[in-house]
């Protein structure tokens, strides 16, 4: 990984991938952006665009088009390579039409001399981070997924407005697959230093338990939503990439719930899914361990249930 220098490359300059570039231009999160695309126009063309608004920015970011071998000394490479998921498709019915698109471009990237951390956010995301483990044999603490980290968002913006409460107060997760069988541990979570269970058994005429599963569900589905409404969601998951990128490039030892590969936590091995993770320079730090409820950890089950037998399809 390169050390005197900050430097990414994203593999797929479609909505998302230029939403995280455009997130990290106004948020100077690196010194180089390289961008990649089977359409070398298009790369050429965007890099050209967000080079137009330097300007207009507090960055001093070098921002270009480039090919595979610009991998060699990049400390990240995100890729968000791949088809779009369709109105009404689950993230994994995608998983045979992207991961073709994967092993297209992992293998050039391991070609290049890539020895830094790979950040996934095509969907679905789990499966393909786990495909980009195995074919590029790297360390599991540097493949990295962008797993439920906007999911988790979404739960602590809808919590903050029920509430009355900055989400940056709420201590809240989303985790296991991002999709279907996600779900929220409402066991561990706290607003400031109070748990949230507690919060409504004092406040009975106020707050309610089937509001909050009304909000867990409304998370879960705000995807489909969004695609209903404007085709395809980008802002939010760009600006999560965005968030993992500045934590690892700037060694945060932050908590997010990114995918990483379980290692014998919750008594699972090998399976790929969101969870709270320590990430840093090094990628993966460290993975929690949350103390769940029997009925929580049948949910957790069943997620790494459904996303391993994904994966054994390929």
């Not at 602590?156 to 779900?183: Q, T, W």
């Not at 509001?211 to 802002?235: C, G």
């Not at 993770?277 to 069943?302: N, Q, V, Y």
């Amino acid at each position: 990984m390169a050390t005197n220098s900050r430097k990414v490359v994203l593999v797929g300059t479609g909505m998302v991938g230029m939403s995280f570039a455009y997130a990290s231009l106004n948020q100077n999160i690196c010194d180089e952006l390289v961008l990649i695309d089977i359409d070398a126009l298009r790369a050429s063309g965007e890099a050209m665009d967000l080079n137009h608004g330097l300007a207009f920015s507090q960055a001093s970011m070098k921002i270009r088009a480039g090919d595979y071998t610009e991998c060699r000394d990049a400390d990240i490479v995100v890729i968000c390579a791949g088809v779009n998921q369709k109105e009404g498709e689950s993230r994994l019915q995608l998983l045979s039409r992207n991961a073709e698109v994967f092993r297209s471009v992992v293998a050039p990237v391991i070609e290049s001399g890539f020895d830094g951390i790979f950040l996934v956010a095509t969907n679905p995301v789990d499966v393909m981070t786990r495909l980009t483990f195995e074919l590029s044999g790297f360390d599991d603490c540097r493949v990295i997924g962008t797993g439920t980290t906007l999911d988790t968002a979404r739960l602590r913006y809808l919590l903050g407005e029920y509430f009355h409460l900055d989400p940056r107060n709420v201590h809240a997760y989303v985790i296991g697959e991002h999709g279907d069988s996600e779900f929220t541990p409402w066991s561990q979570a706290l607003l400031a230093t109070k748990p949230v269970l507690k919060v409504l058994e004092d406040n009975k005429n106020k707050f309610f338990y089937s509001d909050l599963e009304r909000i867990s569900v409304e998370v879960k589905n705000a995807a489909q939503k969004i695609i209903r409404a404007k085709r395809a969601t980008y802002y939010g998951i760009g600006m999560s990439i965005a968030r993992i990128v500045r934590a690892i490039l700037s060694d945060e030892h932050s908590v997010l719930t990114v995918s990483g590969r379980l290692r014998g936590e919750y008594g699972r091995t090998d399976v790929f899914l969101g969870n709270p993770c320590i990430i840093g320079r090094s990628g993966i730090d460290r993975t929690i361990e949350l103390t769940l409820t029997k009925a929580e950890l049948e949910k957790f089950h069943r997620s790494c249930d459904i996303l391993a037998e994904s994966f054994s399809q390929l």
